[in-house]
Every structure is written in structure tokens, then in C-alpha cells.
């Protein structure tokens, strides 16, 4: 069993940056991909940015340009760099990490979540 947690949530203003970590209790190159996902009250959780174990991205459309994942295997952790933050931007922000066994989905870790929150 991996643990993930992550840290670095906040209060920020409208375009200030917060930078996310997630850290995993085990080492995170045994995982095909890692993101960080967002869930706001009143809406479904989204994916809003991914990293492979080979450091291919994938973001968001509406963070694009603004944020960017990045990971160090040395430390087990995985980042988020977020910058020109939006109110729209607030929500609770989740670390996934993802193992696949062909089509299916053998390992799936989540950490506890961290409030971002961004004033106007």
C-alpha cells in the first residue's frame, strides 16, 4: 500500500502561485502515470494535470500555459506549479498515481486532498 500526501494548499490572491507536492511513501517509478486531479463544491472531480513515468504531459485545457507538472523520482514526489491563479482555480486539489496492467487499471492511489483557494 502507497501513501500519497500532499502539501502546499492555501489562500492566494487572484495571479499570484502556489506550488503543490505531492510525496509517495514508496517510490513512484513503479507508476505508469501520476497527475493532480481538482474537485470544487458543486462539481465533479477533473483531471487537471498528468505525467507519465517517461515525463509526457497532459493538461487541462484551462490550465494550460499557467500550470506545469514535474516530477523527481529521487524524491518520490510530484509537483504542480501554479501560476496566474483564478477564483475558478479554487477547489480541493487530489494526487493520483495509476499502475496499468494492459486495459485495466491494477493500482489507483489517492491522497487526502489540499484546499487552494483563490480570492478576487
Known amino acids: 500500500q502507497v501513501q500519497l500526501v500532499e502539501s502546499g494548499g492555501g489562500l492566494v490572491q487572484a495571479g499570484g502561485s502556489l506550488r503543490l507536492s505531492c510525496t509517495a511513501s514508496g517510490s513512484i517509478f513503479v507508476f505508469d502515470a501520476m497527475g493532480w486531479y481538482r474537485q470544487a463544491p458543486g462539481k465533479q472531480r477533473e483531471s487537471v494535470a498528468t505525467i507519465t513515468r517517461v515525463g509526457n504531459t497532459n493538461y487541462l485545457g484551462s490550465v494550460q500555459g499557467r500550470f506545469t507538472i514535474s516530477r523527481d523520482n529521487a524524491k518520490n514526489t510530484v509537483y504542480l506549479q501554479m501560476n496566474s491563479l483564478r477564483p475558478e482555480d479554487t477547489a480541493v486539489y487530489y494526487c493520483n498515481a495509476v499502475k496499468y496492467r494492459g486495459t485495466i487499471t491494477a493500482l489507483d492511489y489517492w491522497g ?9
Open 112 to 120: 487526502q486532498g489540499t484546499q487552494v483557494t483563490v480570492s478576487s
